[in-house]
């Protein structure tokens, strides 16, 4: 996972600081830009009252301790909670407004990353560690948001507060201020750089979080294998070295940024000492007014603060653009699946499905190879062979989760490609093996198949599915829960809600990808039962390993390494020999194995119990 992690940061890096910071603020500026002026104005106000408290510093020294002018000490006073009051608001009321902003932004981003990963193929998943998309979802939408609440507080706040209150430094002693700048060019150089060290670690950081996350949802997964292979001590090791990675990169980000503040501190200090040593020697050598001085060296002091911040600012920038470059780098990466600009609906009146001379290949080497095989309108047509020979494929194609390298998939004549999505997958439903229920009822999981159908049609489906008489005896009926994947049912339970769910969809084409190969006898037979009504007039295609399950189908199609090398019925098959009859010779010799060793076990227990009673 790592290096396809560094890989994608890698790509993002050739995108320059200015060029996200750039594209980050106009694809935002549009619709917030009246919020950001109103919080921009709002940082000029506490600006400005920054400024008056160092200014009135001067009247305060002058007027009430210099000219011990008692009048001007209610006046002065009065002056300062006024200033203090005004700046406290105006810090509430732009923090208030960022922060809404800001969350707005956090959840525009988490709604288009998801948009945009759901518009990909299943190539992309395939591809894609799940940890990286969780990580996407939740650590990049916000250093999305987090840049820019850098970027606006740092030139509307921070820049705003300093340009203030070196005007005040300046018309108070222009001299002085000159000797304070110089502080300015070791500051920046020192700070240049730590910026490569830090993007660099912050990219590592990204990649551990990522880990993380990965190991936890292996283990919410897959805690049944974890538990019965004794994986816990394993699992914890992964889980300790991802999390002290973390903890090691989050440590380094803290030091580099924390050496700002030894810099400026240092810096600082000597620009606060020879500010006082010059203008100490100015006010008692110079007779200088002792109030002009008071004020410059509080507007110093106060914009200290801000003038750090702003040196910080590239280092935490470059921290903060590590998840933007991540961000725009996953929307930017275009869906290998999209719809024909002039996509038509897909009119299925009959359900026939046709593969014309398709070629088809995940990786190097083709999976389906010049494949032309009719699927009759509302015929069983099964489809068998070998592990690796190209059946699951054939479906995945048919639902166009993936596009043939050659060749064409038609349904009733037209061109899947050239049908929209919605249209093309609301006239199939699909029934797997491993069947995936989603958190939430088994009403929500049922109504799947058709959002917005009547109560009685959801209880109508399930009978027909043969789950009608479990759920109504759970806890809540078709309101209860079904559990994270539908863990809190059996797997015939599992099932038949998924049969109760393509039943409601009423497609005409009906895709059957082992659904009954992990039952048990007793549930293969509710759901045996209820596929067969499932079947009734639709075009229905069948992968089964076990050719028991298919002796019955209309047309049986055996595929070897991605070619057509047999059709026809099970009993024309089984006749013309070939690679039909071989897998039904190993089929029939493993039972009749099975039914051999079951029946030795049996007189095994039977002569053990015997000895025991004499």
Same mark, same amino acid.
């Given at each position: 996972?790592?290096?396809?992690?560094?890989?994608?940061?890698?790509?993002?890096?050739?995108?320059?600081?200015?060029?996200?910071?750039?594209?980050?603020?106009?694809?935002?500026?549009?619709?917030?830009?009246?919020?950001?002026?109103?919080?921009?104005?709002?940082?000029?106000?506490?600006?400005?009252?920054?400024?008056?408290?160092?200014?009135?510093?001067?009247?305060?020294?002058?007027?009430?301790?210099?000219?011990?002018?008692?009048?001007?000490?209610w006046a002065?006073?009065?002056?300062?909670?006024?200033?203090?009051?005004?700046?406290?608001?105006?810090?509430?009321?732009?923090?208030?407004?960022?922060?809404?902003?800001?969350?707005?932004?956090?959840?525009?981003?988490?709604?288009?990353?998801?948009?945009?990963?759901?518009?990909?193929?299943?190539e992309f998943f395939q591809?894609?560690?799940?940890?990286?998309?969780?990580?996407?979802?939740?650590?990049?939408?916000?250093?999305?948001?987090?840049?820019?609440?850098?970027?606006?507080?740092?030139?509307?706040?921070? +820049?705003?507060?300093?340009?203030?209150?070196? *005007?005040?430094?300046? $018309? !108070?002693?222009?001299?002085?201020? #000159? &000797?304070?700048?110089?502080?300015?060019?070791?500051?920046?150089?020192?700070?240049?750089?730590?910026?490569?060290?830090?993007?660099?670690?912050?990219?590592?950081?990204?990649?551990?979080?990522?880990?993380?996350?990965?190991?936890?949802?292996?283990?919410s997964l897959g805690i049944r294998i974890i538990k019965a292979f004794g994986l816990e001590g394993r699992m914890q090791k992964a889980m300790n070295k991802a999390v002290e990675d973390v903890e090691r990169r989050s440590n380094k980000m803290v030091a580099l940024n924390a050496r700002t503040s030894p810099l400026m501190e240092t810096l600082g200090g000597?620009?606060?000492?020879?500010?006082?040593?010059?203008?100490?020697?100015?006010?008692?050598?110079?007779?200088?007014?002792?109030?002009?001085?008071?004020?410059?060296?509080?507007?110093?002091?106060? +914009?200290?603060?801000?003038?750090?911040?702003? *040196?910080?600012?590239? $280092? !935490?920038?470059?921290?903060?653009? #590590? &998840?933007?470059?991540?961000?725009?780098?996953?929307?930017?990466?275009?869906?290998?699946?999209?719809?024909?600009?002039?996509?038509?609906?897909?009119?299925?009146?009959?359900?026939?499905?046709?593969?014309?001379n398709v070629r088809f290949g995940y990786g190097r080497g083709p999976v389906i190879n010049d494949l032309t095989l009719d699927f009759p309108a509302g015929k069983v047509s099964a489809l068998v062979g070998p592990s690796g020979a190209g059946k699951s494929t054939i479906l995945a194609l048919i639902e166009r989760f993936y596009d043939p390298k050659r060749g064409r998939v038609l349904i009733d004549g037209q061109d899947i490609k050239d049908v929209t999505f919605v249209s093309l997958r609301q006239d199939i439903a699909l029934v797997t093996q491993d069947t995936f229920?989603?958190?939430?009822?088994?009403?929500?999981?049922?109504?799947?198949?058709?959002?917005?159908?009547?109560?009685?049609?959801?209880?109508?489906?399930?009978?027909?599915?043969?789950?009608?008489?479990?759920?109504?005896?759970?806890?809540?009926?078709?309101?209860?829960?079904?559990?994270?994947?539908?863990?809190?049912?059996?797997?015939?339970?599992?099932?038949?809600?998924?049969?109760a769910r393509a039943m409601l969809r009423d497609a005409k084409v009906l895709l059957l990808d082992e659904a009954t190969s992990a039952l048990d006898s007793m549930s293969e037979s509710k759901v045996q039962e209820a596929l067969q009504r499932l079947m009734k007039g639709r075009t229905t295609i069948v992968i089964a390993h076990r050719l028991s399950t298919v002796r019955d189908a209309d047309v049986i199609h055996v595929l070897d390494k991605g070619r057509l090398v047999q059709s026809g019925s099970h009993a024309q098959l089984l006749a013309e020999g070939g690679l039909y009859s071989h897998l039904h010779a190993l089929q029939f010799r493993e039972a009749a194995d099975n039914v051999a060793d079951e029946a030795a076990a049996q007189e095994g227990r039977k002569a053990t119990s015997i000895a025991s009673v004499a």
């Open positions: 996972m790592k290096p396809i992690l560094a890989k994608l940061a890698g790509n993002g890096e050739k995108k320059g600081t200015l060029y996200l910071l750039k594209r980050l603020m106009m694809e935002n500026a549009r619709d917030y830009l009246w919020h950001y002026a109103f919080a921009f104005a709002l940082m000029g106000v506490v600006a400005a009252t920054t400024a008056a408290s160092a200014w009135i510093i001067k009247d305060v020294i002058n007027k009430i301790f210099i000219e011990r002018n008692s009048g001007m000490v002065i006073a009065l002056s300062v909670i006024g200033i203090y009051l005004v700046k406290g608001l105006a810090s509430y009321g732009q923090d208030m407004m960022l922060a809404r902003i800001g969350n707005n932004i956090v959840a525009r981003n988490q709604k288009r990353i998801y948009r945009h990963i759901l518009n990909h193929g299943l591809n894609t560690p799940m940890g990286d998309l969780s990580t996407r979802m939740s650590y990049n939408a916000q250093a999305a948001r987090d840049v820019l609440d850098l970027v606006i507080t740092s030139f509307g706040r921070d +820049a705003t507060s300093l340009v203030s209150l070196i *005007a005040v430094m300046l $018309v !108070q002693d222009p001299v002085l201020s #000159i &000797g304070a700048f110089l502080i300015m060019p070791p500051a920046v150089i020192g700070v240049s750089k730590l910026v490569k060290r830090v993007r660099k670690v912050a990219r590592s950081e990204f990649q551990g979080l990522a880990e993380i996350v990965t190991i936890v949802q292996e283990t000597f620009a606060v000492a020879g500010v006082i040593m010059y203008g100490g020697w100015a006010v008692i050598h110079l007779n200088k007014d002792p109030g002009s001085f008071f004020s410059f060296i509080t507007a110093l002091l106060l +914009a200290y603060e801000p003038a750090k911040r702003l *040196a910080r600012l590239q $280092v !935490q920038l470059e921290s903060g653009l #590590i &998840g933007v470059r991540m961000l725009y780098e996953l929307l930017d990466r275009k869906p290998t699946l999209v719809e024909a600009p002039d996509a038509t609906e897909l009119i299925c009146n009959q359900g026939l499905v046709r593969f014309d229920l989603f958190q939430g009822s088994v009403r929500d999981n049922i109504l799947t198949g058709r959002p917005g159908a009547t109560e009685q049609e959801v209880i109508d489906a399930a009978i027909a599915a043969n789950a009608h008489e479990f759920i109504v005896e759970m806890q809540g009926g078709y309101d209860a829960n079904v559990g994270e994947g539908g863990g809190r049912l059996s797997g015939g339970q599992r099932q038949r809600v998924a049969i």
